[in-house]
C-alpha cells in the first residue's frame, strides 16, 4: 500500500507589528527603571550618582538578556508541540495503514492476546478464518478456538507457556470455528515485550492449511501409487533433462541395466549405451532443440543398451517429452527384448525347419509323381526298343514295317513323357500367387523383424534408402517377403569374416512398369564362375546348403512378373537386384 505522508502546516515568520508587540514588555521594563533612576538621582551625591547610573544599566541588560531567552525558549516550545503533533499525526497514519496491511492478509488469522491469554486485537482476516466478529472474542480467553479434548489438557496455557520458554512455538494442529467445526491450522506464537523488557502479549498468526495437507496427502498418494506401478512394470523408464543428465530411474531400469538409482541420477545417459550411439546422443538432443527434427520423439524404435557388466543388449525405445516448471524434460521407456528375439529367432529356426523339411518333402512327392507319370510311358519306350532290337537281330525283310511302327509307337511315347514334364513344370511355376498393391518399406520393414535378428549383435549396420518415387507394387506379400529375408539372411551370413559389416536396402524405378529392389553387402563377393550357376537349383556355395534358396526367390520374383540377377558391388560385396511391377497411382486402388 502506497499511502503519501500527510503535509502538515508550518507556522509563518513573526511580522514587524508582531516582533514589536513581543517587545512591548521589557521595553517598558527597561523605561520603568530609567525613569525610577532619573527620579533617585537628585536624592544621592554625585559619586553615588554613577553607582546608580551603572546598577541601572546593569538591570536593564538582565531584563533585556532575560526578556530574549524567555523568547527563545517560547519558540523551542512551540516548534517541540509541532513535531510532536507531527509524529502523533504520522503515527495515525501509520498504524491506519497496519491495520488495513493486517486486515487485508487473505487465509491469515492475525490476533493478539495479554499475558494471561485473553484476546486484546482481532483482526478481520481472524474473523474471515475462525468466524467471530471482534466484539465477541475481545476479552475472552483464547481456549474457545481449541478443541475440548486439547482445552481438558490444559494446551492453551502450555502453547503459551512453550512460546515464553523458546521464544516461539510453530506447529500444525487442530482448532475450531465459530461454527463448531475443526480444521487444520499452521499455527506461530510470539511473545510481545514492552522496551522495558516485561511481557505485553502474544502474537499468534493462525492458517487454515486443511485443504493444503489434503491436496497434498492426495498428491503423495499418487506418486506413490505411480511409484508402485513403475516398481511392478517390466518396461523401464528413465527421464532425462535437455542436457542429457538422468533426473528419474526407476526400479525396473534398475533390474534391467544393474545399476541402483542413487549412482545413476545426474550422470548423462549415455553410460546406457554402446561407445558408438552414446557419444552421438548429445548431439541428437542438440540438433532437436535447434531445429525441431524428430527421430526417436514420439515413436518407438529397437536400438541397444549397455548394462553395467558392459554387455550390450537389444531394447525397444519410446520417448516422450514434457515441459515441467519451464524446464523440458524427455521420459524414455524401455523394454528389454533379449528373450522376445530369442524367442524370434528360436521360431525362425523352427520355421526354416519346416521349410526345409516341406522342401524335402515336396521334392519327394514330385519324384514319387515324375515316377509314378514316367513309369508307363518310359517301360513302353523300353519294351518297344527291345522288340525292334530283336526284329533287327531276326534279320526278316517282312518285319520291317512291323520296326517302323513300334518305333513310331515309341516316338508317341517319348512324346507323352516330355509333355508330362512340361505340365509339372508349368504348374510348379505357375502355383497359386495371391498379389495385392504394397509399399516397398512396409515389405521390408516386416522383413527385416525376422532377416535382423541377432545382426546388430553381430557388428551389422544396416541402412534402408527408398526412392520416394517408386510408388507401389503389385506382389504376393508374403512370397516377395520370404525373398527378402532369404537375400538379407544371405548377406548376413556372407559379411561374418568382413572388417566392414553393412547391409543396405534401396529401392528406385527401374524402368516404365517396373521398380528395381537391391539387397547390398560388403562380404567377400562372389566369383564369376560360381555366379553363372548361382539361380539354379540344387546348386549352394554353402557347405550345409541345399542350393534352393536363391532357385525358389528366382521362382517367387518370375511367378511376380520381374526378373532377378546378381552384380557385384562397387567396392567388394554383392548387389542382388529383382524386378518387381510398379503399380501407378491411379491404378493403386
Not at 123 to 148: C, H, I, Q, S, T
Not at 369 to 398: C, F, K, M, R, W
Amino acid at each position: 500500500m502506497n499511502v503519501p505522508l500527510p503535509q502538515f502546516d508550518h507556522a509563518l515568520p513573526p511580522s514587524l507589528a508582531d516582533r514589536l508587540r513581543m517587545r512591548v514588555p521589557e521595553a517598558l521594563a527597561t523605561l520603568l527603571l530609567l525613569v525610577s533612576g532619573l527620579a533617585l538621582a537628585p536624592l544621592v551625591s554625585r559619586g553615588e550618582r554613577y553607582v546608580l547610573v551603572g546598577v541601572l544599566i546593569a538591570w536593564a541588560a538582565a531584563i533585556l538578556l532575560l526578556a530574549a531567552y524567555s523568547r527563545a525558549l517560547r519558540r523551542r516550545l512551540r516548534a517541540e508541540e509541532a513535531d510532536a503533533r507531527h509524529r502523533a499525526d504520522r503515527a495515525d497514519e501509520l498504524a491506519a495503514e497496519l491495520n488495513l496491511l493486517i486486515d487485508g492478509a487473505v487465509g491469515y488469522a492475525i490476533y493478539t492476546v495479554d499475558p494471561m491469554g485473553r484476546v486484546s486485537f482481532w483482526n478481520e482476516g481472524a474473523r474471515r478464518v475462525k468466524g467471530w466478529r471482534e466484539d465477541e472474542v475481545l476479552g475472552r480467553d483464547m481456549a474457545l478456538f481449541y478443541p475440548a479434548s486439547a482445552v481438558a489438557a490444559g494446551k492453551p496455557r502450555a502453547d503459551l507457556d512453550a512460546a515464553l520458554r523458546d521464544g516461539k512455538l510453530e506447529e500444525e494442529d487442530w482448532r475450531l470455528r465459530r461454527d463448531g467445526s475443526e480444521f487444520l491450522a499452521q499455527v506461530l506464537i510470539t511473545p510481545l515485550r514492552g522496551p522495558d523488557g516485561r511481557l505485553r502479549g502474544f502474537g499468534k498468526v493462525v492458517r487454515d492449511i486443511t485443504e493444503q495437507r489434503a491436496s497434498e496427502r492426495q498428491a503423495t498418494a499418487a506418486a506413490n501409487h505411480l511409484r508402485s506401478i513403475l516398481a511392478t512394470v517390466l518396461d523401464a523408464m528413465v527421464i532425462i533433462d535437455e542436457r542429457g543428465n538422468i533426473l528419474s530411474f526407476s526400479a525396473a531400469a534398475e533390474r534391467m541395466f544393474g545399476y541402483p538409482e542413487d549412482e545413476l541420477v545426474g550422470a548423462n545417459i549415455s553410460l546406457l549405451m554402446p561407445a558408438g550411439d552414446g557419444a552421438r546422443h548429445d548431439d541428437y538432443i542438440r540438433r532437436y532443440l535447434q531445429t525441431g527434427e524428430r527421430r526417436i520423439i514420439g515413436t518407438g524404435r529397437t536400438v541397444t543398451g549397455r548394462r553395467r557388466d558392459g554387455s550390450i543388449f537389444p531394447i525397444e525405445l519410446s520417448v516422450g517429452e514434457a515441459i515441467t516448471e519451464g524446464e523440458r524434460v524427455f521420459t524414455g521407456f524401455i523394454r528389454d527384448l533379449t528373450d522376445k528375439q530369442r524367442a524370434e529367432a528360436r521360431i525362425e529356426e523352427l520355421r526354416s525347419g519346416l521349410i526345409h523339411a516341406a522342401r524335402v518333402s515336396a521334392m519327394g512327392t514330385m519324384a514319387s509323381t515324375l515316377a509314378h507319370e514316367l513309369n508307363q510311358p518310359i517301360t513302353a519306350v523300353v519294351n518297344y526298343v527291345h522288340g525292334v532290337a530283336n526284329l533287327i537281330d531276326s534279320g526278316g525283310i517282312d518285319d520291317l514295317p512291323m520296326i517302323r511302327e513300334a518305333l513310331e509307337d515309341t516316338i508317341q511315347e517319348a512324346l507323352r513323357a516330355g509333355t508330362i514334364v512340361r505340365r509339372l513344370r508349368e504348374f510348379v511355376a505357375r502355383g497359386e500367387v495371391e498379389k495385392s498393391v504394397e509399399a516397398i518399406p512396409d515389405l521390408v520393414d516386416e522383413a527385416c523383424k525376422l532377416a535382423l535378428i541377432g545382426a546388430r549383435e553381430k557388428g551389422v549396420i544396416a541402412e534402408f534408402l527408398f526412392d520416394p518415387s517408386a510408388g507401389r507394387v503389385l506382389v504376393d506379400r508374403i512370397q516377395i517377403q520370404q525373398v527378402l529375408i532369404n537375400l538379407m539372411r544371405n548377406a548376413i551370413e556372407a559379411m561374418a569374416d568382413s572388417p566392414e559389416r553393412r547391409l543396405t536396402v534401396s529401392s528406385r524405378v527401374e524402368s516404365a512398369g517396373f521398380v528395381r529392389v537391391t539387397v547390398a553387402d560388403t562380404g567377400p563377393g562372389v566369383a564369376p564362375a560360381v555366379a553363372e550357376d548361382l539361380f539354379r537349383a540344387f546348386h549352394s556355395t554353402k557347405a550345409d546348403g541345399m542350393g534352393l534358396g536363391l532357385s525358389i526367390c528366382r521362382t517367387i520374383v518370375e511367378a511376380n512378373g520381374g526378373r532377378i540377377w546378381l552384380e557385384p558391388r562397387s567396392g567388394g560385396g554383392s548387389c542382388f537386384h529383382f524386378t518387381l511391377v510398379q503399380v501407378e497411382e491411379g491404378d493403386a486402388s
